[in-house]
């Protein structure tokens, strides 16, 4: 199996360009389902150690059904098939261009939950239009154990979020652990508290916001990922949930660019459009984010029967 690992502003990337499980020929989100279902013991390995990293997200390329697209991918990590990643695709158009699939401009690729853009403006530098954002309830009061009286939104932008404005702990690098210990108690509460996104949709994700600790900077966030990991970037998907939570509040004017820093200090170029396609619920946006990506390596992954940790460490 050929992988072609990267990282997105610190936060990795894993492609799986050659030897994944056959899904089928269907629509992405019945891969996407496929995946999660039938090939646990395929893409969870992947992610997690040994072979992987805590932080990584996987990438497996598939055929698109849309003709207009490069290619379709399903994204992953360890916990959970994931309907879209905005560090991964800019990873992933970095790593088309490293192979030589795609060159510098437009280019759509083909997700699970629908079709993105991706701009290549040099072998690293990637802007990516996502699929329509929009915020689903706002101001969501929670007592959470052992953390207090929690106001949050629920917002959507490619996976499920809830988003703290005013995070009771300060947004620092000093605070990861604290900050990870706090997410876990939010999203479990919620899961306790029965609150979901729209239509059943599973909140996993939660996002901290502060300030920015450098005077470009619009805030600061950090974001636990559904496998308790934290993002090392400002997270795409979860950027443009917040661009979505910004534009309902009118705090941020369409096509104005704001800089969003992540815990480890790297950020992304944020903007958005408002959609043709309006939410009933709320304003709905078309988010862009513009960041960039590193290739690391080339690696063929050895499936050695013989390797009691093969299917990774389960702890």
């Known amino acids: 199996m050929l992988v072609i690992d990267s990282h997105t502003e610190g936060e990795p990337t894993r492609v799986v360009a050659k030897g994944g499980p056959d899904l089928g020929t269907g629509p992405l989100s019945e891969r996407a389902s496929k995946l999660a279902i039938e090939h646990e013991d395929f893409y969870r390995p992947l992610v997690t150690e040994p072979y992987g990293q805590e932080a990584m997200v996987g990438a497996l390329l598939v055929e698109p059904t849309n003709a207009e697209c490069v290619t379709g991918v399903v994204y992953f990590d360890a916990a959970a098939v994931i309907g879209m990643c905005g560090h991964g695709t800019i990873g992933l158009a970095a790593t088309l261009a490293h192979m030589g699939k795609i060159g510098v401009g437009r280019h759509k690729i083909e997700t699970p939950v629908g079709i993105v853009e991706v701009e290549l403006r040099d072998k690293n530098t990637v802007t990516v239009t996502n699929i329509d954002s929009y915020r689903y309830q706002t101001q969501v009061e929670l007592t959470v154990p052992g953390v ?12 499920w979020f809830f988003i703290i404005n005013d995070s009771p702990i300060d947004v620092k690098p000093d605070n990861i652990r604290a900050l990870t210990e706090a997410g876990i108690a939010i999203r479990e509460t919620l899961y306790a508290n029965h609150l979901e996104g729209e239509n059943g949709g599973i909140i996993d994700h939660i996002i901290f916001y502060g300030p920015a600790l ?20 400002p997270c795409g ?8 939570c910004l534009a309902a509040d009118d705090k941020l004017a369409p096509n104005t660019d ?4 992540s815990i480890i200090g790297s950020s992304y170029t944020l903007s958005y459009q408002l959609s043709e396609q309006q939410n009933k619920a709320s304003v709905s946006v078309v988010p862009k984010l513009c960041g960039q990506a ?6 063929m992954m050895v499936d050695n029967p013989d390797d009691p940790l093969r299917l990774g460490v389960n702890v």
């Open 148 to 159: 207090g009286k929690i106001i949050g939104d629920v917002a959507w932008g490619g996976n």
């Open 214 to 233: 450098t005077t470009h900077g619009h805030s600061r966030n950090f974001v636990l990922c559904p496998d308790n990991a934290y993002d090392r970037s």
């Open 237 to 244: 998907t979860g950027s443009s949930a917040r661009l979505a």
């Open 258 to 261: 704001i800089i969003q820093e």
């Open 294 to 299: 590193f290739v690391t390596k080339e690696a």
